[in-house]
């Protein structure tokens, strides 16, 4: 089912989706409440109600709610930026995650659980910590110094604060090209992905940190540093954490923070799989356009994650809020909402299977125009039948 609104409809505007932005607190919320189900209910077998909703559940609803691909009127954007309502849903967000984060932590540090339950609690955990780090996209992006400010509170309790740089200066001005570790290439796992996403990025982040202080004429060690703000809430936070649970709290503490930037990862991960801006002089690229993100416009799963999944107009427009993000028609699709996918990729042969093609369709059999991953590059073209025109840039 596709939901089309006629752009031209008769003013005031109205934002059919105004008060559906509420699942975007209070979805989270439920994600994240695996220890208080087990607590209220008795039943341990509650605590995997939340990851059968995330991982099952959207999938099914972004299939049967189908996709929205209308857009708010240019002429009423501002006025939509504008409006304070949709702040105010994102920074009751932040509460809430924290929330999430230290009640799982606290419960699974003072109860005698099995480990099914115990995985249960960690994998929800870990999937309302991601969704903070998402949140922390979409407030890190703004200019006003509250939501800067917000969003590196809401990446500290995972510690990913070094994303607040890495992706609005970093991944931003490298994305689809060879250079960023946050672009994943065709024929590459995600596995072999993380091994150099996660490491890549905090290396380009503090390169980037520093470059900036040294500009400014800022030591690096100080409160200065923008990576060392949120990092000092994650050391406040995590040491008080163990003081109060004992030092066994923190493999759990760890567990956690690693499923949450592995989440960040898996939409790394499929946001812009294969696709490749091309090189215009050597080490400069083209101007990122919308069809070098992958999108999605299934309605439940957007709901959930402030729109991230409108990532082509994100990546054209990187200020523009959540509520005004655009579907563009040349923008290469996904086939399920960002949860669906993460399944996928989790097992490479269906995502291999779902994908290739796709990259294949979208670069129109040329292979120039393809970001493959080393030594697949070959295989892929015969597989495919892709060719490569003399005058086509080589990946």
Request: proline share 7%.
């Amino acid at each position: 089912m596709t939901v089309q609104v006629n752009s031209l409809s008769a003013h005031p505007y109205r934002d059919r989706k105004r008060y559906a932005w509420l699942l975007s607190v209070l979805i989270p919320a439920f994600i994240g409440s695996g220890a208080l189900l087990v607590l209220f209910t008795g039943d341990a077998r509650a605590a995997w109600l939340p990851v059968i909703f995330v991982y099952g559940a959207i999938p099914l609803l972004d299939m049967v709610l189908g996709e929205d691909q209308s857009n708010p009127p240019e002429a009423e954007v501002p006025a939509l930026e504008a409006d304070k309502y949709y702040r105010y849903i994102t920074y009751a967000s932040v509460p809430v995650l924290w929330a999430s984060f230290l009640i799982s932590v606290w419960f699974i540090g003072t109860h005698e659980l099995a480990w099914p339950t115990q995985l249960a609690l960690l994998l929800a955990a870990g999937v309302s910590g991601g969704i903070g780090i998402n949140l922390g996209h979409e407030l890190g992006h703004k200019n006003t110094p509250l939501e800067r400010w917000l969003a590196k509170i809401v990446l500290a309790p995972t510690a990913y604060g070094h994303f607040f740089i890495e992706h609005n200066r970093g991944h931003h001005r490298d994305v689809a090209t060879p250079s960023d570790p946050a672009s994943s290439r065709m024929g590459e796992t995600i596995y072999t992905f993380v091994l150099r996403e996660m490491p890549g990025a905090l290396k380009r982040a503090w390169r980037i940190e520093v470059e900036r202080l040294g500009r400014i004429g800022q030591p690096i060690w100080s409160l200065h540093n923008e990576i060392l703000q949120p990092a000092l809430i994650t050391l406040m936070v995590w040491t008080g954490l163990v003081l109060w649970l004992g030092i066994a709290i923190l493999p759990v503490i760890l567990a956690i923070s690693f499923w949450a930037n592995f989440q960040l990862t898996s939409a790394n991960y499929i946001e812009h799989y294969g696709l490749l801006r091309q090189e215009r002089a050597p080490g400069r690229y083209e101007v990122t356009q919308p069809h070098h993100s992958w999108n999605s416009n299934h309605l439940f799963s957007n709901w959930v994650l402030f729109h991230l999944q409108r990532h082509s107009d994100h990546h054209a427009h990187p200020t523009r809020r959540y509520q005004s993000l655009r579907n563009f028609e040349e923008a290469p699709q996904l086939p399920n909402g960002y949860l669906g996918m993460f399944l996928a990729c989790y097992i490479p042969p269906v995502w291999f299977w779902l994908m290739d093609r796709r990259v294949v369709d979208w670069a129109k059999g040329d292979a120039s125009r393809i970001h493959f991953q080393p030594g697949k590059k070959e295989a892929l073209i015969k597989k495919y039948g892709m060719h490569t025109p003399a005058t086509g840039v080589a990946p």
